[in-house]
C-alpha cells in the first residue's frame, strides 16, 4: 500500500542521499519527471540532454531491481507531472529533497512538497551561510581553509600538511612540449542510452544533422561508470593534476583534470567518498601538490559556489553593474564564425562533448563575454545550455560573479580580464593565429589584447580605485597610442558581431 511519493529530481540521483535515504520498499512509490521545459524549452547541447535522461533512466532502473515502485515519467512540466501521479495514486504526501535551484525550491513549495535538507554537498545551507555572516568580504581561501580544519582534511593540530595551505605557485605551468597523455576512459553505450540518443535526435531543432549525431562516449551514464571514472582518474591523473590544471594544450581536450563533475552534480557521485578516495591515493604517496589542488577544487570552490548562490539570494542573477548590452557573438554557437583560433578550440570542444576545463571557461570564453561587454544574462543562458555539468547554483556565480564581474565585485574583487600576453603563455594557440597575441593596433591585433585594454579604458573611473587593479590602470595611463587602439577596438568589435573576426 503506498503511502507516500518521493520524489527524485534529475540532479539527485543518489541512494544513499536526500529524500531516498528513507526510502521504504513497501510503502513509497518514488517518481521522476522528464519535463518538457527540461527537454525542449532551450536549445540545449544534445549531449548534455542525452546524459542528463540517460543517467535519471538508468538510476530509475536501478531503482526498481532493487525492488522500489518507481514511475518515471514524461510531462508539460515536473508539477503537472506530479499531479498525474496524484491522479493515479491519491492525494498522497510528497517528500523531495530541497531542490538546487531557487525557481524550483519555489514552485515544489507552492505545490505543498515536504522537504528533507539538501546533503549533497559537504557543507549545508545554514552551516555556510553562518560562516558568510562573518566575513567582510567572501574570499574563497578564507573559506578553503576553514573547511580544511572543520572537516579534517590534510591538517593536523590545526597545520595545513606540508607547511602551505596552497601549492598554487608551483602549479599553474604552461602546457608541456613533447608530453605524453594518458588516454581517457571511453563508456560503452547500452540499449537505455541508445534509445535516449534516439529521442535526443528526434528533438526537433536541437541537433542540426540529426541522423549522424551520436553521444561521445565520453560520459557515464550510470553510477558503476561514475565510480570507473573516479578510479580512472586518480591512477591514471591525479599525480599530474596540480602542473598543468591552469594550460590550455593544443593536443590535448582535458589535460589532467578529473571529468567529474557531471556526477558530482546529478548526484551519481557524492564530494565525500571523491575526496575520502583522493585522500586514500594521497596516504598512497600521491603528491601533495595535486592532491592539494585537487582537494581546493572539491571542498573549497564548489562548495563556495553553491553556498554563494544560496546566501546572494534570487536577484543576484540579474545583476549587470558594468551595463554590458551586447548580444551574444555568433562565435560562441559557431565555432566557423571567427579566426581566433584560442576562441576557435575551445568553442569546438563545447560543441563536440559539452565540456571545457575552467581556464577556457574563465580565462577564453568569459573573458571574450567580458572585454566585449556581452550582456552577462546572455552569455550565462548560453553556458547553462551549452555545458554538462551546468546547474543554476554553479552557473549562477561563476558567470556573474567571477567570470564577468556583473556583480560590481562582490564575489571576486578584480575582474579576470586579460590579453593575448597571458593566453600565449597558458595556450598553444597563438602559433597557429591569424593574429598577433603582442599586438594591440594594427589588422592583425590579438582582438584579446585590443579588447583588454579598450575594457580597461571603458570603465577606468570604475577599477582607477580598485587598488588590486592600480598596476593595469597605471599600463593604460602609458599607452601612447590609445587613439589608435580605440578606432581598432570599434572595428574588432564590429567584426565579432558580424562573425569575421
Ligand atoms: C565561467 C565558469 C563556469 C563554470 N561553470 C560550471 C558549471 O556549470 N558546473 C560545474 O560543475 N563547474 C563549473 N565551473 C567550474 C569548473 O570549470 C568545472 O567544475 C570543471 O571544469 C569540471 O571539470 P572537472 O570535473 O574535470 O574538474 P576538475 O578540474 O577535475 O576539478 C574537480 C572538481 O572541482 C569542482 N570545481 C572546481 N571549480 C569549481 C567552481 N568554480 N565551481 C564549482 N565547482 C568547481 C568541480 O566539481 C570539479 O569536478 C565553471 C567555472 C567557470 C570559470
Ligand atoms: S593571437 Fe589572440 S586570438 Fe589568436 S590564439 Fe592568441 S590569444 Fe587567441
Not at 124 to 136: G, N, V
Request: hydrophobic share 40%.
Amino acid at each position: 500500500m503506498i503511502e507516500r511519493i518521493l520524489y527524485v529530481a534529475h540532479d539527485h540521483l543518489n541512494r544513499h542521499r536526500g529524500v531516498l535515504k528513507s526510502a521504504n520498499l513497501d510503502s513509497d512509490l518514488i517518481v521522476l519527471v522528464e519535463s518538457a521545459r527540461m527537454t525542449s524549452g532551450r536549445p540545449w547541447h544534445p549531449e548534455r540532454l542525452f546524459f542528463l535522461i540517460s543517467a535519471a533512466r538508468h538510476f530509475a532502473a536501478e531503482l526498481e531491481s532493487e525492488g522500489f515502485q518507481v514511475r518515471y515519467l514524461k510531462a508539460a512540466t515536473t508539477i503537472d507531472g506530479l499531479k498525474q501521479v496524484r491522479a493515479d495514486f491519491g492525494d498522497l504526501p510528497i517528500h523531495s529533497a530541497e531542490p538546487s535551484s531557487f525557481k524550483q525550491l519555489e514552485q515544489l513549495r507552492e505545490f505543498g512538497v515536504t522537504f528533507t535538507p539538501n546533503d549533497f554537498f559537504l557543507t549545508s545551507r545554514p552551516d555556510f551561510k553562518l560562516w558568510a555572516d562573518r566575513q567582510k568580504t567572501f574570499v574563497m581561501e578564507n573559506f578553503y581553509r576553514a573547511q580544511r580544519v572543520r572537516l579534517g582534511i590534510m591538517v593536523t593540530a590545526g597545520e595545513p600538511d606540508g607547511g602551505r595551505w596552497n601549492f598554487d605557485a608551483d602549479n599553474r605551468l604552461p602546457p608541456p612540449k613533447n608530453y605524453t597523455w594518458p588516454a581517457y576512459l571511453e563508456h560503452n553505450r547500452d540499449e537505455i542510452d541508445r534509445q535516449v540518443a534516439a529521442e535526443v535526435q528526434a528533438i526537433t531543432g536541437l541537433v542540426p544533422d540529426a541522423e549522424s549525431w551520436q553521444p561521445t562516449n565520453t560520459w557515464a551514464t550510470t553510477r558503476a561508470g561514475a565510480l570507473a571514472q573516479l578510479a580512472y582518474f586518480i591512477e591514471h591523473h591525479l599525480a599530474g593534476f596540480g602542473p598543468y590544471e591552469d594550460a590550455i594544450a593544443g593536443d590535448n581536450w582535458a589535460l589532467h583534470h578529473s571529468l567529474l563533475s557531471p556526477y558530482l552534480n546529478n548526484g551519481l557521485l557524492h564530494a565525500d567518498e571523491v575526496i575520502r578516495a583522493v585522500l586514500t591515493a594521497y596516504r598512497a604517496g600521491a603528491p601533495i601538490g595535486s592532491v592539494e589542488a585537487f582537494v581546493r577544487q572539491v571542498i573549497g570552490w564548489r562548495e563556495y559556489i553553491n553556498g554563494m548562490y544560496w546566501f546572494l539570494g534570487p536577484e543576484y542573477r540579474e545583476k549587470n553593474e558594468l551595463g554590458a548590452t551586447r548580444k551574444l557573438l555568433p562565435l560562441f554557437t559557431d565555432s566557423s564564425k571567427t579566426k581566433m583560433a584560442c576562441v576557435k578550440q575551445v568553442v569546438g570542444d563545447v560543441e563536440t562533448r559539452a565540456w571545457a576545463h575552467h581556464i577556457p571557461r574563465l580565462m577564453v570564453l568569459s573573458n571574450l563575454a567580458l572585454v566585449t561587454g556581452t550582456n552577462p544574462q546572455e552569455f550565462l543562458d548560453w553556458m547553462r545550455e551549452q555545458f554538462i555539468d551546468a546547474a543554476e547554483w554553479v552557473m549562477v556565480p561563476n558567470i556573474i560573479g567571477m567570470a564577468t564581474h556583473a556583480d560590481g565585485g562582490q564575489l571576486m574583487t578584480k575582474p579576470y580580464a586579460a590579453g593575448g600576453a597571458y593566453l600565449n603563455k597558458m595556450t598553444q594557440s597563438c602559433k597557429g593565429c591569424a593574429y598577433d597575441p603582442k599586438k594591440r593596433v594594427g589588422e592583425d591585433a590579438c582582438p584579446f589584447t585590443t579588447l583588454y585594454w579598450d575594457f580597461l579604458d571603458r570603465h577606468r573611473d570604475r577599477f582607477v580605485t580598485n587598488h588590486r587593479m592600480s598596476q593595469q590602470i597605471f599600463g593604460l595611463n602609458r599607452l601612447s597610442d590609445l587613439p589608435e587602439l580605440r578606432v581598432r577596438a570599434q572595428q574588432v568589435l564590429e567584426g565579432l558581431d558580424a562573425g569575421e573576426i
